[in-house]
């Protein structure tokens, strides 16, 4: 048996698939499609070869078994969660979907490119890079950081379902929001209070309902919302302290009571004292075009019918009849806005300024916990120091009330 050359000797050391060629060592395998390729391991020797070719491999493995694990893709985390959010968003009262649910279809709509990725190869770089376009784009960076958190919720929800792996949502929650004043993002105006003499000058100019609504807003630092949802029957009659009947609110039990707690559950109450209850006697009875009733117990005490109805009775023309129950904050706005058009004299103001006015008038007679307990807010809450505008008049306000 004749001796063997350095060629076949090499060929029988090379393992099957192995090949030199060119200078680098590749390996014959097949793709995803079933097609025979080579592949590259570089130029080194063959043992170097063999450790890449291995390494490939492991890694493939890992992915081939994260696939069989996770088997969802972005678009069908996309749509699940839509169908998820329309339980979530949905307004039992108006029987419709919310803004927040409107937000979503906005954040889906910028995502729709990625539908055919697997959630586990929408990568840190993939959201790094969306949040880079969506900071050029000239939008507002408490829009850009709310789409971001929203990607996140979306994924925390898949991982809840299967549709996602703990790495990958692991992985995008470490990408950070917007700080302030960072990128190209605009900066939202700070809401300010509105003074006692512009929202005096504002109330004659609007109609009667929405004025007294407002009213009740100055006296008692509720949201719109909170005052416009009032109906008879959430009053709690009879309380007494110091000789004044006081009526109270717990808005866990009104009609949206499950929206009315904070982020700690705290519960949420109003008092109406004698001024308030004054305006609220006004609307126990319906006073309609052509008769006076009472009103019902469970019926809403502003209503955009009565509107209709001043302006009825003052001759002017109306162009289309409301069809909701209640007066809500778009209407609220509507009507300022409306004001506004007509009056260029007076200063523009929006309803959820008037409880930065009375957050900042607690804060220098009551502290920032007297302030707290009004609004609504959780005990030692950072909201409430958003609530209270520190400038140069109210900073010698409270130096006089100091001494």
Known sequence: MGRKSRAQLAKENTPKGFKLIGGTWKVRT?????????????????????????????????????????????????????????????????????????????????????????????????????????????????????????????FRWGLMRGLVSVGTYTAISTVHPLEFKEGHSLESEPVEPVSDEIINATLPHLPTVVADAIRLQRITGARPGEILQLRPCDFQKGHVQDGVEYWVVDYAKTKDGHKNRNKKGCARYIAFGPEAQAILKKYEVVREPKNTRPRRHDEFLFTPREILYERLAKGEAIRCYPHRNRLDGNGLRWHLNAAFAKNPSLPHWAPNQVRHTVATALALTHGCDGEARVLGHAPGSTATRRYIEIGAENAVRAATLLG
């Open 30 to 154: 097949r793709t995803e499609e079933g097609k025979r390729t080579w592949r590259g391991l570089g130029s080194g020797n063959l043992d170097e070869a063999k450790q890449t070719w291995a390494s490939i491999q492991a890694e493939e493995a890992s992915q081939k078994a994260l696939r069989a694990l996770v088997k969802g893709t972005v678009g069908e985390l996309l749509d699940g969660y839509l169908e998820h959010a329309k339980v979530k968003y949905f307004d039992q009262h108006t029987q419709k979907l919310t803004s927040s649910f409107m937000r979503l279809r906005t954040l889906v709509d910028r995502l729709e490119k990625y539908r055919t990725l697997q959630t586990h190869e929408f990568t840190t770089e993939i959201l790094w890079s969306l949040l880079g376009q969506w900071d050029t784009q000239g939008l507002h960076r408490k829009t850009v950081n709310g789409w971001l958190s929203l990607t996140k919720q979306i």
